[in-house]
């Protein structure tokens, strides 16, 4: 079985502090994803990783930033919190081939309060 | 760019009632459809998935969707809906190539005796 591990199930930090999110995946996928999840606004895509060292942007990147280093590890970083990045925060992986391989497998996410 | 639409924000049916929740995308070519299940606080889990072939597609927990190229839909459905069933359920398609999937806005489902 796929599986996708977050660092904390639940953060809280305060305003302008730097805080890193950390997401392993145990399937040597080569795509990583994070996401944000607010109530009403469904899953929004922060950032993606199609390889090692490989970023794109996605739909709302602003004020994140992330990094790819090993294959295995995809790390979030909110450079100075503010409280509208409290959110639901998901990771996902999957390898990158065709038709089955395109599957997104998520890890439990991560609730991060911002005060 | 492929989108999805999930029209109902919210559902409650009876225990034991059937359920379906309906899914719209847009994508020109014939895409890779999901549909995943949340349950409260938790990550998202694949419940069944479409990529060609028999457009009846069945998957985990009795549930099974439909694909209909000439709706554009892609519909999932359970004969007999169980307490545990209640959740958040999203669509989501992905477009050939290596393209994120792209998901709807959800459906949450409740369920009452």
């Known amino acids: 079985d796929v599986k996708v591990t977050q660092s904390s199930r639940y953060l809280v930090k305060r305003t302008g502090e730097k805080v890193f999110l950390e997401c392993v995946q145990d399937m040597d996928h080569e795509n990583m994803f994070w996401y944000r999840q607010d109530p009403g606004l469904g899953l929004r895509l922060i950032y993606f990783s199609y390889d090692v060292k490989m970023k794109e942007k996605g739909d709302i990147p602003e004020g994140y930033s992330v990094s790819r280093e090993k294959k295995e590890r995809f790390s979030l970083i909110l450079e100075s919190a503010s409280t509208n990045q409290t959110s639901m925060y998901l990771c996902?992986?999957?390898?990158?081939?065709?038709?089955?391989?395109?599957?997104?497998?998520f890890g439990p996410g991560t609730r991060l309060l911002v005060l | 760019a492929q989108s999805v639409t999930q029209p109902d924000i919210h559902i409650t049916v009876s225990e034991g009632a059937s359920l379906e929740l309906r899914c719209n995308y847009s994508?020109?070519?014939?895409?890779?459809l999901f549909w995943y299940v949340q349950s409260p606080g938790q990550g998202l889990q694949l419940l069944l998935k479409?990529?060609?072939?028999?457009?009846l597609v069945q998957g985990i927990k009795g549930f099974e969707a439909e694909f209909k190229r000439s709706q554009s839909s892609f519909n999932l459905r359970k004969p007999s809906v169980h307490w545990s069933d209640a959740a958040e359920y999203f669509c989501?398609?992905?477009?050939?190539?290596?393209?994120?999937?792209?998901f709807g806005k959800g459906t949450r489902l409740s369920v009452i005796a």
């Open positions: 479409y990529f060609s072939g028999d457009t």
């Open positions: 989501a398609v992905g477009a050939r190539g290596n393209t994120p999937l792209v």
């Open positions: 996902a992986s999957r390898s990158s081939g065709t038709g089955p391989g395109k599957t997104q497998y």
């Open positions: 994508y020109g070519a014939t895409p890779y």
